[in-house]
């Protein structure tokens, strides 16, 4: 099976504007998970989704939003950008079965200038 | 709210055992879960143990948990230089969403 795969890898943005990520689950995977990894404050929870509908959000400003799409596939946008949106977004999938462990993907690195 | 503790840094010869420590503070969480890091790349799953277990093995990693203490640890039996990476503990206390350590930088001296 493929891993989660996550697009863009890079992004380089300016301070204002906005940007969406997006990620793809291993298949048959329904929930998607989002965290932000920053040297500060480490791995933080965004939000998760499952079939097509938040089930659980992180404390994050109402700038960061998400969405899923029938076929599991998430985007998260975060619009008017700060310096401090700079970070690796991490996705993760799992499968609502046993232990519902989160396998992640390569993560995007965006950067806000 | 959740605070999953671990030591920063860790040292170790190539060929010995490693052990990486962590505690976290939810005693509801059903599971938790060791993840490393290498540079430039996400996270990737090594084990995980369910709460209701005292070890598990797998291949050189055994984990240990001790629920009393809320302290969960990572053996990782003769290390190699590509064990060097960041080490995350996590606990899913209910909720689908994990709450991590600071996370473990393991360098392996050859």
């Known amino acids: 099976k493929a891993g989660v795969t996550q697009t863009p890898r890079y992004l380089i943005k300016t301070r204002g504007q906005q940007v969406t990520l997006s990620c793809s689950p291993i298949?048959?995977?329904?929930?998607v998970s989002w965290y932000q990894q920053t040297p500060g404050q480490g791995l933080q929870f965004l939000f998760e989704?499952?079939?097509?509908?938040?089930?659980n959000k992180g404390n994050f400003p109402g700038r960061f939003s998400g969405r899923q799409f029938s076929n599991s596939r998430s985007e998260m946008n975060v619009s008017t950008l700060e310096l401090g949106d700079s970070a690796l977004y991490l996705c993760a999938s799992s499968s609502p079965q046993g232990s519902d462990t989160q396998y992640f993907g390569p993560g995007t690195r965006l950067t806000v200038l | 709210g959740e605070d999953v503790e671990q030591s920063l840094f860790l040292s170790v010869r190539e060929g010995d055992s490693s052990v990486i420590n962590c505690t976290y503070t939810?005693?509801?969480?059903?599971?938790l879960y060791w993840y490393k890091q290498e540079p430039g790349a996400g996270l990737q799953l090594l084990t995980y143990i369910f709460s209701n277990m005292d070890m598990k093995q797998d291949q050189r990693l055994t984990v240990l948990l001790n629920k009393k203490d809320k302290h969960l640890s990572l053996r990782i039996a003769d290390t190699q230089t590509g064990d060097s990476a960041i080490y995350f503990c996590a606990e899913k206390p209910g909720a689908n969403n994990l709450f991590f350590g600071t996370g473990t930088r393991l360098t392996v001296i050859p």
């Open positions: 989704y499952f079939s097509e509908t938040q089930r």
């Open positions: 298949s048959g995977h329904r929930s």
């Open positions: 939810d005693s509801s969480s059903t599971y």
